[in-house]
């Protein structure tokens, strides 16, 4: 969707400001937001493209007014609500009102923490099908405008490119980010000079590459 | 290539508004505070999540996976060539050989910076980052300024960092919208001939394995890190 997590090219942000010795946390809720985000995505009660897109569907202006961590906290919010997870009466109450339900998959055990996280989520897929373009064809992105998930940039569609590495098959987030089925597509590393995609004036040194899943290209 | 000091002092940066919700103000926990710790009572009491695995989370980030990860595959690359050759073929295996794997790692890509081509990594749809070898990803990485401004004024962008490129270096951003995740390798400072990993890990910034930064020139490094080089 265009989503103001869609931010590549946008203006007026002003300078990108690095923090001396930054901590890793700024304040002890930091830490319990991004613990509580990994648990409650352990359940297998939704995806890391369903996780993504509830966090880009908030509105714009409350996106671009919330820290990230607070970002990542009313995303869970959401699906812990749309979910019958957690209902609002709870956490405007602080305490549980309602018995739990079964999840899909038990809770995090601290014991099984460290195996889950060197683990991860890999979503690489085998896909039974040849790839549709080779190292160095020419591409356009096809000019889409979903509204729901996707993750083609709007400054990069429309726009002619070069595909430069086939990086296999990955589950595709347009279909997965609504429960729609893993579907998996071929990724390719499509590189795109400056100028194409920001006109006559953009710096002449700059290539962008971004991962295009395949159906979001076509053959020129 | 040169690398001068950031021109914005850590007082400003503390002043910026982002961020910076500390878990007090004024005596009271924030408004965000206060939602996170609810919300973790009502997930506890109904069973879903165990505080102490939150704990383990956070403790993991906070001592064991970290940009010293990212450094060790550096130094190995700079020192070691049939190591950089693994990490061209397949940098998810070599990465792995070093003991770092796992969540928001699974598929790992280097990108090598030359004399001719600079790289910078961006996530301009949310925070793409690769955890395994860098840790969680610093604020300005997650922020719009960032996010906005790489993919069209990447030049912009490193003088944010005091960083100046040849004009006739080309830059290639790298924006992570798929599930690969990059790691620069930034080019070896000279006068490094002969050097350990471990002391040539000293060199290896965060920012210069995302791109915003280059790798130290031995000069720059504190004699206690030296010291430190010399005795392994």
Known sequence: ?220 | MQQKSPPHSAADAHDHAHDHDHDYEAGALSPIALRVRALETVLTEKGYVDPASIDAIVETYETRVGPRNGARVVAKAWNDPAYLQRLRENATAAIAELGFTGRQGEHMVVVENTPGQHNLVVCTLCSCYPWSVLGLPPVWYKSAPFRAKAVIDPRGVLADFGVTLPPEAKIRVWDSTAELRYLVLPSRPAGTVGWSEEKLADLVTRDSMIGTGLALMPESVSPEALSKGASA
């Not at chain 1, 203006?11 to 930091?30: D, L, Y």
């Not at chain 1, 995505?41 to 995806?47: K, Y």
């Not at chain 1, 590393?189 to 700059?206: K, T």
Request: glycine share 10%; net charge neutral; with cysteine.
């Open chain 1, 1 to 220: 969707m265009n989503g103001a997590q869609d931010l590549g090219g946008m203006m007026g942000f002003g300078p990108v400001v690095p923090e001396a010795n930054e901590p890793i946390f700024h304040g002890a809720w930091e830490k319990r937001a991004l613990g509580l985000t990994l648990c409650c995505g352990a359940l297998g009660e939704w995806n890391i493209d369903i996780s993504r897109h509830a966090r880009e569907s908030l509105h714009p202006a409350d996106y671009l007014s919330s820290s990230y961590y607070e970002i990542w906290t009313k995303g869970l919010i959401k699906l812990l609500q749309s979910r019958q997870l957690v209902s609002a009466a709870e956490i405007a109450a602080g305490h549980s009102q309602q018995p739990a339900r079964q999840t899909n998959r038990p809770p995090l055990k601290p014991a099984d923490v460290d195996a889950a996280l060197k683990r991860g989520g890999p979503c690489d897929r085998t896909i039974d099908r040849p790839a549709a373009f080779s190292v160095g064809d020419q591409v356009r992105t096809r000019n889409i405008n979903p509204t729901g998930h996707t993750r083609l940039p709007r400054y990069a569609r429309g726009k002619v490119g070069r595909i430069e590495r086939v990086r296999g098959g990955y589950v595709f987030p347009d279909t997965n980010g609504h429960g729609a089925g893993e579907n998996p597509q071929w990724v390719y590393s499509v590189v795109f000079d400056g100028r194409e995609l920001w006109g006559q004036d953009a710096d002449p040194s700059l290539s962008v590459a971004i991962d295009c899943w395949e159906p979001y290209l076509e053959r020129l």
